[in-house]
């Protein structure tokens, strides 16, 4: 498939092409929704918001600051998570419409110090940004900034979530005695948290400690037992008693696995930097490869890592569903980034010129340009693996990406479809609701619907995707 490469000159050109074909009433490519198309739903199913009015918005609680996203594997729950409100807000899912209902008070919100009226007490919740589902449905796994881990059951049926027993229910660098956690060491200030494909492992990114945990968990009980030291730490300062050490894991920021589970990919944004990680299937311990290929950097030196543009402060990474490529979505360089992925050795390397990089502000020449990606934050694919979604918070929306799946090029769809954003004219990007510095974006298992979530707006809103 041959990918048009633009520049900001024909941007402008094809924002009067446009203009005035909205004007005059033109069909065109313009106006049609190619596949991929993500199309928000009507008012109210637009969002759901902290305060919503029930006219452009649905009202929620526990959704003040939401940064994190996940979407059961049986389409059934979607979860957020509130940074501010300390909370987890839970949503049951129309998988007909989309459209999200928050499950009644008290069973929609669990907070950290709840009341049990309008959320259900829980612990360890302090400033929670990572969340994630069982591959087996189960349990629910969230990762809180100034606590810790926390753990809890799914209810099949309603989505509703039940945290373990303590000290199960949670795990924190502080646990043990009268905090009612379990101990851990090395993953302080976990900001994700993510299920290996054989749901027999957690791994977790520590933000102060730049670090990442390493756990096993009980398919049965969703309780998870850090690995013995030092294989359940690996550190960027690691002593190799306590923690591995591990090079380009400054400001641990996302985690990807492939879908083999061979290896783990970490986007770290002090380091500029996605590092690589063989993983051991049996164990769920994780190894660097030796330098330059246990990471690739904005600017490497060919020694300590591979060199890379368009990968300043990365911030989201992801593994093309076949394994072949790699994704980075980096907030200074406000650009997502390509790689060819080693299947054997996880080794990446980016794609050549201009096939490489999108960039909000791309030359043609070493990065593609791109619309609404300025900020960018958080990644998604289809199920299908031929499209890629991007979230920015300067952007305040949401891009989106056609995806080659034999070369592993990206190609932006035809404005207006490009993106949705805050501030959409219909012309470049379609405007949106509840939008305000997007954070995170999840696609459902069948493709269908899409949902993001907004620190600005204190919003999550939904999506129709066209399939064919």
């Not at 106006?31 to 649905?58: E, K």
């Amino acid at each position: 498939m041959d990918f048009r490469r633009e520049n900001h000159s024909t941007r402008k050109i094809v924002t009067v092409v446009v203009a005035l074909s909205v004007v005059l009433g033109v069909a065109g490519e313009a106006s049609a929704q190619p596949v991929g198309t993500l199309t928000q739903l009507l008012r109210p199913d637009a969002c759901t918001q902290l305060g919503g009015d029930g006219i452009n918005c649905r009202d929620g609680v526990g959704l003040d600051g939401a940064m994190g996203v996940a979407i059961s594997p049986d389409g059934k729950s979607v979860y957020v998570a509130g940074f501010f409100d300390n909370a987890i807000a839970i949503f049951s899912r129309d998988p007909a419409s989309g459209a999200l209902t928050q499950l009644a008070a008290p069973n929609g919100c669990i907070a950290d110090a709840g009341d049990g009226v309008a959320c259900q007490d829980g612990l360890g919740l302090f400033g929670p940004s990572g969340v994630t589902v069982s591959p087996d449905n189960a349990h629910v796994y969230v990762a809180s900034f100034a606590s810790g881990l926390t753990v809890f059951a799914r209810n099949p049926v309603t989505g509703a979530l039940t945290q373990l027993p303590a000290p199960d229910g949670c795990i924190s660098e502080w646990g043990g005695g009268a905090s009612d956690c379990t101990d851990a060491y090395g993953p302080v200030s976990p900001t994700s948290v993510l299920v290996s494909p054989d749901g027999k492992f957690v791994y977790t990114l520590g933000l102060n400690g730049d670090a990442i945990g390493v756990f096993a968990r009980n398919k049965a009980t969703g309780k998870l037992t850090q690995l013995p030291a030092p294989e359940g730490c690996l550190a960027l300062n690691g002593d190799g008693v306590t923690c591995k050490s591990a090079l380009a894991i400054d400001d641990p920021r996302d985690l990807s696995i492939s879908k083999n589970g061979k290896h783990l990919y970490v986007a770290s944004g002090g380091s500029d930097a996605v590092a690589v990680f063989k993983r051991n299937p049996t164990t769920g311990a994780l190894t660097q490869p030796a330098a330059p290929n246990g990471c690739v950097a904005h600017n490497g030196d060919g020694v300590t890592c591979t060199a890379a543009n368009g990968l300043e402060t990365a911030s989201a990474v992801l593994v093309g569903k076949n394994g072949k490529h790699v994704y980075v979505a980096s907030f200074v360089s406000d650009a997502v980034t390509i790689f060819a992925r080693n299947p054997t050795t996880g080794a990446l390397t980016q794609l050549p010129g201009a096939a490489g990089c999108h960039d909000e502000v791309g030359d043609g020449v070493t990065c593609t340009d791109a619309v609404a990606i300025d900020g960018a934050r958080g990644l998604a694919q289809s199920n299908n693996g031929r499209h890629v979604y991007v979230v920015s918070s300067s952007s305040s929306g949401v891009a989106s990406f056609r995806r080659n799946k034999t070369t592993g090029e990206l190609e932006q769809l035809y404005y207006p479809n490009a993106c949705t954003t805050a501030t959409g004219d219909n012309v470049l990007c379609r405007p949106g609701l509840g939008l305000s510095n997007t954070r995170a974006v999840a696609v459902t298992k069948n493709g269908k619907h899409a949902y993001v979530v907004s620190y600005g707006s204190d919003a999550v809103s939904a999506f129709v995707r066209k399939r064919n």
